[in-house]
């Protein structure tokens, strides 16, 4: 043991996981240094306030304020500050210096991951981000390297937790939104402002690092179309769990080749997913990654999403790769961007649709309905019409299942269905996915 | 592309993996290569029989008989002819020129296995098995990487296609194993001589290769306490799903802390799991390993465990990293056995256990069944009695439950019970796990 190298390792942020890095590598030195090859020495965890309450006791003497001393002379770079800035200013002092680094900071690597990707490249660093994909489930690596020698073709990911206990107990109890909203908060699974997970932010992030690796393409946040489930209401999850759906939020990354031609389209959006499909039995704050490949078929990726000690556990396994490297030489995995796929507007997406819609209930209308869709291109593969009691001018609701469609034809011909006369509401237009 | 390296790669074996392998290899060779960051030249195939027939066509002039010869001045040999020998000797001779190796031979790892890493950490080779584990799913990465700074509790893995299939007909269908088994046959799902997979075998080796990896220790096969399913029949399976269960074939790896003690228990066996639990949601011939972490939590990995060409993903998997490594320098992972803890024998295993008796119907019998097992030191947690209609001596079913208890407290309460004189027969005894 006593042979061991030492490796000086920079904490950056002491919140929830940085905390609970700080006391697991305490903790398991020994045991940790024996997998690495290396001890692993704590030098200093940098936090903006000293006296700040934390989740685990960090001795007082390795606090400290002044993150940019803190770096100077380390080996290893741990960020858990989370922000753009100065998490990123820091990050790239660090590799410039010849740190390598591990990150679990998600909105950073969406928004500036090829530049700090870049500054590693030019030194032989390594930027390691285990935990900003889906929290403790091990992700990146089997992207990086299981799937080195296959193709994926769609990765359809839960990488909300947030957003899945919402929609779960909705599911479960047939609640309202805004009651299991409340309910989360008070519980902790939501923030008091919650707008970055209900609004799709977070899973964006996600799905913007998962398809950059899936595909070996640079794809920004913006590129990411994005909607969240602040629209989704009780009747229609009782209408999607009538036909045999439950709702979750999705990102969905995939691989289309149009005669050859091939692009990717990365999306976050509540979706219609069967029963039967695995990532329907993933219940709670559990997050999964669904990865469809050419040759290894299905496979999926489940565990928990979030939380302090369980994706400390991901950035642990970052540090201990990370100093095994180190020791044994080599340079660092850089990332593979080389396909560079073109990334397709939302417009041009293709998937199923179910629409919703309450008609007149007179004769001609369905006609109609049908009509319009054929038009639009848009193909029907079911469609289930029940009669709504409204006093003397009886109405009806249609709920369409489509075949595939594109996005473009499918917003034209729900435009045309609402001016066509016949349709009263567009109750809802969700996509079905994984079928 | 043109100023990349070349590397050889000797491939051994052209059956339903290296078959596929090979094709892979070819088709998308340019491809591989931009990820790999080296040109990997097919540089031969090593068979039996040059005429056999194939699933993909392979060029002939890339075929060889002589195995030795084409491992000569190779970089990387993939391995997946099967069997102990001559396979060992091939890769050994591989290893000590300096050959990175790529294998997906569970038989051969379960019992050479050390063999193997020593003799690659003499030059600083590595040996890559992502395929012999759990076939495409990426379950190595995982554990010696991404877990590699936490500390797996337990694994629970259903690793065998066949026995899953099987099972999972019967609980479907509710139909005997030999009927199930029979068409299994028919379908391909099952060998003409199925007793590696019904008898446990290749569970046991993927048993072993799964728990030295997860808990760094050195696991021999025949420390594999192991059982397959050819006791279970319709009965049991039905008595099963009555109490909200079903009937897996588990491989189980468990860490165990007696007072400070540590030691594991690995062992292959036909358990009852809860149908809530992500497991018992694993249908046909899908495999799933369930991973508990001390800071991760539960975790899940769920794909194809077997099939040619997906096996054949985690082969190249395997390829392009080891390449990416060839490439960047370093000496590759070894193998961590720094823990090597004890390994318990079966006696010391401890779980839940359900134990169905048939009694005669009078009283006093429960008063006797109950007594022997708080004699025996095992705890009763449920008991259900059905009476069964037998003419004038009525005889009754009862289904007992336990509380956690020691396997050799357990076996040995069996046999009182047998003795005891009012228990006509001990119908079924079946580990709970994953309560």
Redesign the interface.
Known sequence: MTDYRRLRVALLGAGSVGS?VAA?LLQ?GP??A???GAHLDLVGVAVRDLDAKRDTDIPRELLTTDAERLLVGSDIVIELMGGIEPARSYLLQALNAGADVVTGNKALLATHGPELFEAADQVGASVHY?AAAAG???I???LR???????VQRIMAIVNGTTNYILDRMDQEGADYADVLADAQRLGYAEADPTADVEGYDAAQKAAILASLAF?TTVPLDAVHREGITGVDAAMIEAARKVGYVVKLLAVCERRDDAGVESISVRVHPALVRREH?LA?VHGANNAVFVQ????????????GA?G??T??????????VA??RI??????GE?T??NLPILPIGRARTRYQITLEVDDRSGVLATVAGTLADGHVSIATVEQTIIPNGEQARARLVIGTHIALEQDLEDTVDALAASGVVERVVSVLRMEGD
Do not use: C, K, T, W
Request: hydrophobic share 45%; no cysteine.
């Open positions: 609970q697991l398991h045991e940790l024996d997998r690495a285990e403790a489930i091990p990146i690596r089997p390297d299981s799937l080195a020698g296959d193709r070996h695995p039995s490949a050419e040759a290894a078929g299905n496979l999926m990726f489940y565990g928990a939380g000690v369980q400390a556990s991901a950035v642990l396994g970052d540090l201990v790769s095994r490297r044994a030489g080599g340079v660092g995995v593979s080389r396909a």
